[in-house]
Structures are given as structure tokens and as C-alpha cells.
């Protein structure tokens, strides 16, 4: 059978031709396919895929599937210098195991597949066609809840993914109601992100440095998901106020962007809209960085929906909420729990009064029981993972048994730096 593509030129032919012995230094016994859609994505199936690092027997290649926020990720997978199939020959070539973060296009390939979530749990509901009808014409809508629902879940009856990442036994229950044909494919194997964080907790004093956070200093993080109700997209006047009303001998201000918001708008104009709260002290973390040390650093968290202030909960920093009303949020989620705990941010108000009333109203042991919702499997994901990667895999994984490291310092924007995008 001839693997000849449109793209033929860009074609990898080793290690992908079915005479590819001919070539081939290693001894390759499975190839595995990491479907990336966005950078947010990109990132989560990272965490996946280094734990197949050290074993030479299984080949992991990379491929782009269609989505609207694709831009950037050509750059991100450039930078770890994998082997990236095109998507018209990936769903035509032969493959043991697919991951994924993401659900587009899954049903176009012939290959078991992974799903893994993107970020903290399951938290939005979105309406979406009620086709459980079979009636032909427009159909009604209904409210699923996104990731676990059958829009993302099954295809013409039948489920796709052939296993579904969860980080905590609660998700088992919300798929149960969501989508109950998914549930013998569901593994709960624990959440990276949470496990990354608690290994960084002991190195707080190193981040809030990378961060230009004196020793004196309170440091306040503002995080912004995407979208137009998003922090960002509804309150830019609550960074300049934050910037004019809190003493910078007192505190160090830095801001922190989902991916979706840099590849949208792209790094010049963010660079270009930040320029001015760069003058004015704020800093900015940048898109490449590790954002997992920035939230261990922080004295405040100061966010939206986003999943960042549902890690903050483990650190031992205030929460405020800002951005939308949450009127899409799932009230089974842990971001429902957590929004209606934290106080919110009034733009109308002295900000540094809130800060500090928010210290005072500070229940460790209400984020405690939000955080303990994020993973019932704390510390855990690494070996639970591999464990699923390799059963399905059908390979003795190795000896050695992987733990969670601690983050990388985060990294700044500089600006005066000609491209400086980081450092």
C-alpha cells in the first residue's frame, strides 16, 4: 500500500513507510500519535507523553488537527523538535495508540484514541443540537456539560475515545449523568497540573524572585482565561486601577494570559497593549513560560473561570473573582463551588481595601475542599498514566517509576529587549 500523499514532500518516510527497516536505527515496536489542536492542548498531552521518555521501543509523532485556535501550535510543536505528520496522512497511516486534549476530528481516525482533559475538571456547560430526537430539520438545543457530554463523546452511536482521562472519582459520577454509554472507558488517573504544583509549593521563594517580587512584597496575580467574558475581555480598566491604587513600594503586580488570548491576538499586540501597565510596574508573564510556579508564588489570585484560580486553591493565597456573572458554569462543578466562595472583586470600590478584606474572610478549610475536588488521586498521575498508556499499548513498561518535578521558574515579558519575548 503506497502512503503517498498531496503532501508527499513534507512527508516523513522514516519512520512511517511499512518498509521502514530498511532505514530505521531503533527497533520500533509502537508508534504513538499525539493529536494537538491548540497550545492549551499541546501542553496537557506533554504531560502525557514524557511518560513514555526512556523507552526506546515506542515512537511518538505529532500531528495538527483543525481547530479555531490552531494558530501557534506549528511554533510550540517546532520548539520541541518532534516529528509532525500532516493531518491528511496521520488519519491514513497505521498508528497503536492516539492521546489527545481535545475532541475535534477524533472520529476521522483509525487508531484507539486517549482523551485527556485541558484543564482543572469540567466546569462550562454549552447548548448544543438535541439530535437524540432523529428528527430531521432544526433541532432543539440542549446544555451539556463540555468534555463530558455526547457532542464530544459519540459519533454516529458509538463512542470514540477508547479511554477517558479523569482526574477525580466525582467526574466518573457527572459523566454517568452526562453521557452513561462512556463510562466503561473512563480512568481515573489524577490531574498533572495539581500534582506540579504541590511538588512546587517548597520553592515558593524562587518563584516570587523570577517573578520581581521583593521579600517585602505582597505579590498579586491576575489571571485572564479568553473570551469576551473573560477577565480581560471585561475589566482592562481593573489592571490600570490596580497599578494606580496599590502602593508599588508594597506589592509586585503580574499578569497572566491563557494561550488562547496570546495566539488570537498574537504576542505583538499584546506586547503593544501591555506596553503602557509595563511603565507602570505590571509585569507580564510570558506565553512560553511554566505558569505553574506564578500561581505558587502569588500572595493574591485575582481571577475568572479560567482554571488557574481552581489551582490557587492549594497555595494558600486569597481568591478573588472578577470577569462574567457565570451563567454557563455547571453548578456541579468545582469552579461553580469555588466562584461562589470567593469574594468578588467591585471595580467601584478602594481595591486595596478589598485585598485586604479578602485576607480577613480568608477559610483555608472551604479551598481545601474545593482543591481536594480537582484530583481524588493526588501525586498520583504520573504512574497512573503510564500504567494506562502502556495497557493499551500492550508493553511491559519500564522499571523505573515517574513522580511529578517541580515547575521551572516562570518568565517574564521584557520589554527594551529588541523581540524580546522572555528570557
Known amino acids: ?13 522514516v519512520p512511517l513507510r511499512l518498509d521502514v527497516e530498511r532505514w530505521a536505527t531503533f527497533r520500533i515496536r509502537k508508534r504513538v500519535l499525539a493529536v494537538v489542536h491548540t497550545v492549551t492542548s499541546a501542553r496537557r498531552l506533554l504531560d502525557a507523553v514524557r511518560l513514555l521518555e526512556g523507552d526506546p521501543r515506542v515512537q511518538v509523532l505529532f500531528t495538527v488537527a483543525g481547530d479555531v485556535f490552531n494558530h501557534g501550535v506549528d511554533e510550540f510543536l517546532e520548539n520541541t523538535r518532534a516529528l509532525v505528520v500532516p493531518w491528511g496522512q496521520a488519519v491514513h497511516t497505521r498508528f497503536d495508540l492516539a492521546l489527545t486534549a481535545s475532541y475535534g476530528s477524533l472520529h476521522e481516525l483509525n487508531v484507539p484514541v486517549i482523551v485527556l482533559p485541558h484543564g482543572a475538571s469540567y466546569n462550562k456547560r454549552v447548548s ?28 454516529d452511536g458509538v463512542v470514540v475515545p477508547a479511554a477517558i482521562v479523569l ?17 466503561p472507558v473512563a480512568e481515573v488517573v489524577g490531574d498533572p ?56 513600594e508594597d506589592f509586585r503586580i ?9 495566539n488570537a491576538h498574537s504576542e505583538w499586540h499584546i506586547r503593544s497593549a501591555f506596553a503602557g501597565l509595563s511603565r507602570c510596574g505590571i509585569g507580564l508573564v510570558s506565553q512560553h513560560a511554566e505558569w505553574c510556579g506564578a500561581v505558587v508564588g502569588a500572595d493574591y489570585i ?32 468545582p469552579m461553580a463551588e469555588l466562584r461562589s466562595l470567593v ?18 474572610a480568608h477559610r483555608p478549610d472551604r479551598y481545601a475542599r474545593v482543591a481536594a475536588r480537582i484530583s481524588s488521586e493526588p501525586g498520583r498521575f504520573a504512574r497512573r498514566m503510564r500504567a494506562l498508556l502502556y495497557r493499551k499499548l500492550r508493553l511491559r513498561a519500564p522499571v523505573a517509576r515517574p513522580a511529578a518535578e517541580a515547575a521551572p521558574p516562570p518568565v517574564l515579558v521584557r520589554y527594551g529587549v529588541p523581540g524580546g519575548a522572555g528570557s
Open 1 to 13: 500500500m503506497s502512503l503517498l500523499m498531496p503532501d508527499a514532500d513534507r512527508r516523513p518516510a
Open 193 to 248: 497540573c495539581y500534582d506540579r504544583v504541590a511538588a512546587s509549593l517548597p520553592a515558593r521563594d524562587l518563584y516570587r524572585r523570577a517573578l520581581g517580587a521583593a521579600p517585602w512584597q505582597e505579590l498579586v496575580l491576575v489571571c485572564s482565561t479568553w473570551g469576551p467574558e473573560s477577565l480581560l475581555g471585561r475589566h482592562w480598566d481593573l489592571l490600570e486601577q490596580l497599578a494606580d491604587q496599590l502602593p508599588r
Open 343 to 360: 469574594p468578588w472583586i467591585d471595580t467601584g470600590r478602594p481595591l486595596l481595601r478589598q485585598l485586604r478584606q479578602s485576607s480577613v
Open 167 to 183: 482526574a477525580h472519582e466525582d467526574d466518573r459520577t457527572r459523566l454517568g449523568r452526562e453521557c452513561p454509554e462512556a463510562l
Open 128 to 155: 448544543v443540537p438535541d439530535d437524540r430526537r432523529g428528527r430531521p430539520g432544526r433541532l432543539p438545543a440542549v446544555r451539556e456539560v463540555y468534555g463530558l457530554g455526547r457532542q464530544w463523546l459519540v459519533r
Open 254 to 262: 503580574v499578569v497572566m494570559l491563557h494561550s488562547n488570548v496570546w
Open 302 to 333: 485575582v481571577g475568572d473561570h479560567g482554571s488557574v484560580s481552581l489551582y490557587g486553591t492549594m497555595t494558600g493565597a486569597r481568591l478573588l473573582a472578577a470577569g462574567s456573572p457565570d451563567t454557563d458554569l455547571d453548578p456541579a462543578s
